[in-house]
């Protein structure tokens, strides 16, 4: 991480960046706000008491960075104002360099969650694009029993129940040796998805809810023959390729392919991997209406 330091106090800047560097931080000094304008840095620590110096506009170039403000004391210029314009936080003079090491560290660390989180997000929201799975869950009470025919449509509701109340829910899969002491420890306060309760042989399921009695979850079973003692939802798509009780037909796949991969690859490479003519491909697309839009 490069870290910006724009102080007119030179002996204080100085002091600073030395201590920074014990803890293997890059720094680079300015003394006033227009000569860091042009600077490229991580993570910004800004004083908004430099005379004659109008920081706002540093800190409108650079809020997607991690700015922290040095001050001598709190009022609207000094802090107020520029935490509405994007800085982080801010640190008052005197203070010792282990607090603002503790702050840099915290917002650094803040950020990359953010990235991490928006990425996955992103993900699940690509892994799911093709998923038709569609239910009336507003106001849905919790505890919950999802049947489906795939894994992935109970993901997707899991998740939706969850986005709706805001909150984000412990994952407990089934399958993982560590089920018991994940559940052992669910607070009643937490919802929990509790994945594939089908894996479990009976006395284990028993036990389960026994372990679940009083508390708020999510739980899915791709077996709809398991009883389980809670409300449910019944959601199984209607593409057999999703259903891991059934074989596709060959027809089945090929349109299911044809469908997935028409836009990726050309109609030469596609027929070509399907082990069919051009003209067969033609045909197939005509008999199950899948013709590419321009």
Request: proline content about 2%; hydrophobic content about 35%; overall charge positive.
């Amino acid at each position: 991480m490069k870290i910006i330091i724009v102080e007119n106090e030179l002996y204080l800047a100085q002091s600073i960046a030395s201590k920074l560097s014990q803890y293997n931080f890059e720094t680079e000094i300015f003394s006033s706000v227009k000569d860091a304008m042009d600077s490229s840095g991580d993570i910004y620590l800004l004083s908004t008491t430099i005379p004659g110096q109008n920081s706002n506009k540093l800190i409108e170039k650079f809020k997607d960075k991690i700015i922290i403000l040095i001050v001598n004391y709190i009022n609207n210029d000094t802090v107020v104002k520029p935490l509405e314009l994007g800085a982080k936080d801010y640190i008052v003079k005197p203070f010792i360099v282990e607090e603002l090491v503790r702050k840099i560290e915290h917002y650094h660390e803040y950020k990359r969650l953010r990235r991490e989180n928006r990425f996955y997000k992103e993900l699940l929201e690509s892994m799911f694009n093709e998923v038709e799975a569609k239910a009336d869950i507003e106001g849905i009470n919790l505890p919950i029993a999802i049947y489906t025919n795939h894994q992935r449509v109970a993901d997707k509701i899991a998740i939706d129940i969850a986005s709706i109340r805001k909150t984000t829910p412990v994952f407990i899969d089934l399958q993982n040796e560590n089920w018991k002491s994940k559940v052992a420890a669910l607070e009643e306060n937490k919802i929990a998805y509790i994945s594939r309760v089908d894996k479990l042989k009976k006395d284990d399921r028993e036990k389960l809810f026994e372990s679940l009695e009083g508390k708020k979850f999510i739980i899915s079973s791709l077996d709809s023959s398991i009883e389980m003692p809670y409300e449910k939802i019944v959601l199984n798509s209607n593409n057999k390729l999703y259903d891991q009780s059934n074989i596709l037909t060959i027809n089945e796949y090929v349109q299911y392919i044809i469908k997935k991969f028409q836009y990726q690859y050309p109609d030469t490479e596609l027929s070509k991997k399907l082990g069919i003519s051009r003209k067969s491909l033609w045909e197939k697309r005509r008999k199950f209406e899948l013709f590419k839009k321009k």
